[in-house]
């Protein structure tokens, strides 16, 4: 049974930085694919970035482009979402996901989920 945590994220100004971490457990790490979604209230489910299961590739929404930046280790079971230069419209719950395809940008084609965490950017 894969387990994603997640930590990080938190309050920040615009223009500022964070960074979010997913470590995995009960699974072998570098056998799926990992992405990453936001969910602002009232609002749905978007994907953000997505990572290959060796680090080779990653893709992005045009929102976050050259602003965000996933990664992953595969030795540490750890993924994670550099966000800088954040805008009060970054504000949502962050989670990160587990999926068997690449590149996925579908909630469902993710089987594993990270808890999520909040990031809130303020003008």
């Known amino acids: 049974q894969v387990q994603l945590v997640q930590s990080g994220g938190g309050s920040v100004q615009a223009g500022g930085s964070l960074r979010l971490s997913c470590v995995a457990s009960?699974?072998?790490?570098?056998?799926?694919?990992l992405g990453w979604f936001r969910q602002a209230p009232g609002k749905e489910r978007e994907f953000v970035a997505a990572?290959?299961?060796?680090?080779?590739?990653?893709t992005y929404t045009d929102a976050v482009k050259g602003r965000f930046t996933s990664s992953r280790d595969n030795a540490k079971n750890t993924a994670y979402l550099q966000m800088n230069s954040l805008k009060p419209e970054d504000t949502a719950v962050y989670y990160c996901?587990?999926?068997?395809?690449?590149?996925?940008?579908?909630?469902?084609?993710?089987?594993?989920w990270g808890q999520g965490t909040q990031v809130t950017v303020s003008s």
């Open positions: 009960g699974g072998t790490f570098s056998s799926y694919h």
């Open positions: 990572i290959k299961w060796n680090g080779g590739s990653t």
């Open positions: 996901a587990g999926a068997l395809t690449y590149p996925s940008t579908s909630t469902r084609a993710y089987a594993y």
